[in-house]
Every structure is written in structure tokens, then in C-alpha cells.
């Protein structure tokens, strides 16, 4: 079985500095998609990046991009400018089917003044 | 373009009652399942169906039955409500991977709390 670990469970981040989340996982399957989604107080579930295992090139969206280390199955996420807004629940995530995700427990972000 | 229907938003029901969570697409994706989310514990999941059909229990399904008569709507039972069973519930559907999906479109959660 997959498993998908995020040692973190609260970060804080000084508004307009960087911040990384961790993320690993476990997994014997060749073919996966690795995902962050964020969880602001709202509880809506907001996909924030997706990776394909068969891409080496990591993935980008704005100010969040990924390090996607495949042998070491890592995945850490890194808000860069970080905004108040970026508060919130992020969940790593994985799917090797698409049909079911396994999750890991959440890093609660906080970001200062 | 809904996305994903999901009700109640709000739910408080006494031990031993029953009750149906609705969740609908319209998106005519295949894939739909449905989680719970427990402080500290992510989200884990309890059913989930690969198609009209066809259904499959996931990581936590006790106490719960799902059905999927049509690709649109995949209901979830509580049969007989547990304090146990106080949680956030989200459904969730997705694209088959070989029509290119991999992202899992959620509702906005139900907040179920069992007395």
C-alpha cells in the first residue's frame, strides 16, 4: 500500500519570505502523480500543483513550484513571496490510478506580519 | 458548470440514526469516492467507484455503504450513525487517467457531528 508522510504539522513563514513543506512517500508503482492541495478555512479543497512521476522536470505554477526527487521519493513544496492568503492546510497527496488519493496529514501554514 | 454537488453542508444526528450524504457531478467523470477528514489525520478514504456499477471499499469503510446507479451521483450511507463517525466528509470525482484526468475535483465538505 501507498503511504504519504508530511512531518511538519505546522510551519509559520514571514509574509514576502519562502517557505518549503516536506513530503515523502512509499510506493512499489512505476507510473503515480504526486499533488499538493490547499485547505483554507473555507474547507474547500483547492488543487495548488501536480507532478507526473514520469516528468523530470519539476513542476511550476506561479509562486509554488515542487522538488521532486524520485529516488529519494520526495516531494516538498516551496511558496516563494509567500501572501497572506497562502494561509491555510496544505495536503501532499498521491495517486497512482487517478480513481482513489492517498494523503498525508497536513502542514498548517501560517504567515506573519 | 457545477462541478461537484455536495449536501448538507451541516449535519447533527443522534446515535443510531441514519442518513444519506448527496454528492453529484456533472462533469461525466468515471471515477468518484469519498473521504473522511479527521484532525490529524489528513484525509483517509471510505468508498470509492470506477464506474456506474462498480464500487470498492477504501481505507476506512465500516459503518458506511455507498451505491452508483448512474455516473452522475454516488450517495454514502450511514446506516446506523456512531459518535465514531463525527467528521468532515468530502466527495470527490475524477477523470480516467487514459482521458488525460488526474485532478480530483471536491465538494465543499460535509461537517457531520454525531451526538
Known amino acids: 500500500a501507498q503511504t504519504v508522510t508530511q512531518s511538519q504539522p505546522e510551519m509559520s513563514v514571514q509574509e514576502a519570505e519562502t517557505v518549503t513543506l516536506s513530503c515523502t512517500y512509499d510506493t512499489s508503482e512505476s507510473d503515480y502523480y504526486l499533488f499538493w492541495y490547499k485547505q483554507p478555512p473555507s474547507r474547500q479543497m483547492i488543487l495548488v500543483i501536480r507532478?507526473?512521476?514520469?516528468?523530470?522536470q519539476n513542476a511550476t505554477e506561479n509562486r509554488f513550484s515542487v522538488n521532486f526527487q524520485k529516488a529519494a521519493k520526495s516531494f516538498s513544496l516551496k511558496i516563494s513571496d509567500s501572501q497572506l492568503g497562502d494561509a491555510a492546510m496544505y495536503f501532499c497527496a498521491y495517486t497512482g490510478t487517478a480513481s482513489k488519493l492517498t494523503f498525508g496529514t497536513g502542514t498548517r501554514l501560517q504567515v506573519t506580519l | 458548470n457545477a462541478g461537484v454537488t455536495q449536501t448538507p453542508k451541516f449535519q447533527v444526528l443522534k446515535t443510531g440514526q441514519s442518513m444519506t450524504l448527496q454528492c453529484a457531478q456533472d462533469?461525466?467523470?468515471?471515477?468518484m469516492s469519498w473521504y473522511r477528514q479527521d484532525p490529524g489525520m489528513g484525509l483517509r478514504l471510505i468508498h470509492y467507484s470506477v464506474g456506474a456499477g462498480i464500487t470498492d471499499q477504501g481505507e476506512v469503510p465500516n459503518g458506511y455503504n455507498v451505491s452508483r446507479s448512474t455516473t452522475e451521483d454516488f450517495p454514502l450511507r450511514l446506516l446506523s450513525a456512531a459518535p465514531s463517525q463525527t467528521s468532515v466528509y468530502f466527495c470527490a470525482s475524477t477523470r480516467d487517467i487514459v482521458w488525460g484526468g488526474t485532478e480530483a475535483f471536491f465538494g465543499q465538505g460535509t461537517r457531520l457531528t454525531v451526538v
Open positions: 462533469m461525466n467523470h468515471e471515477y
Open positions: 507532478q507526473e512521476a514520469y516528468k523530470q
